[in-house]
């Protein structure tokens, strides 16, 4: 009985592990990312180009404008520019890019709408941050292109990432209590 009590307790425990905002936060979610990525090659060579996260979708659990619940999923997309890393090549998925990321989510509050850069590293699995999204991703079949014959074109996109908002809060807001 006593240990189902703990695992219950530990488990009941950890939607507040990790998501919690820091004292400046005005929120804090985990989220998840999933579409479908397009890499368009330079004329000149496969090394450099454009990337394109269209059409996507992130979904995340926590709050904003500290105490806004998020409601469920929302549109994601995302554009920019990628440059290959030495030894590897773009269309082979080792690369460093930029850009930018623009995605909404409902909120009990409104909709939330935000467009901000971003900067990325791809080695295998990959590294984004903008100013409110951090996170991990990969690109995963199925693929369009194979690395050897012909380079990768289109792929999916799957992300995991933490939102953390470190926005003045507005003094006249309501704050339930």
Request: with cysteine; glycine share 14%.
């Given at each position: 009985m006593k240990r189902t009590l703990r695992?219950?307790?530990?488990?009941?425990?950890?939607?507040?592990?990790?998501?919690?905002?820091?004292?400046?936060?005005?929120?804090?979610?985990?989220?998840?990312?999933?579409?479908?990525?397009?890499?368009?090659?330079?004329?000149?060579?496969?090394?450099?180009?454009?990337?394109?996260?269209?059409?996507?979708?992130?979904?995340?659990?926590?709050?904003?404008?500290?105490?806004?619940?998020?409601?469920?999923?929302?549109?994601?997309?995302?554009?920019?520019?990628?440059?290959?890393?030495?030894?590897?090549?773009?269309?082979?998925?080792?690369?460093?890019g930029s850009g930018k990321f623009d995605y909404t989510f409902p909120t009990t509050g409104a909709d939330v709408h935000l467009v901000e850069p971003n900067e990325y590293t791809l080695a295998g699995v990959g590294a984004f941050t903008s100013p409110s999204l951090k996170g991990t991703f990969e690109i995963t079949p199925p693929y369009e292109g194979d690395c050897v014959t012909k380079p990768i074109t289109r792929a999916l996109f799957v992300a995991e990432a933490t939102l953390i908002r470190f926005v003045p809060p507005d003094p006249n807001r309501y704050i339930p209590g």
């Open positions: 695992w219950a307790m530990a488990l009941a425990s950890l939607p507040l592990v990790g998501f919690v905002p820091a004292a400046d936060a005005t929120g804090a979610a985990a989220c998840s990312i999933t579409g479908t990525i397009t890499f368009v090659h330079s004329a000149n060579t496969t090394a450099d180009g454009v990337w394109t996260i269209d059409p996507a979708v992130i979904s995340c659990q926590g709050l904003f404008n500290g105490y806004e619940r998020i409601l469920g999923p929302g549109k994601f997309s995302g554009t920019g520019s990628y440059t290959a890393l030495p030894g590897g090549s773009g269309p082979c998925l080792r690369n460093v």
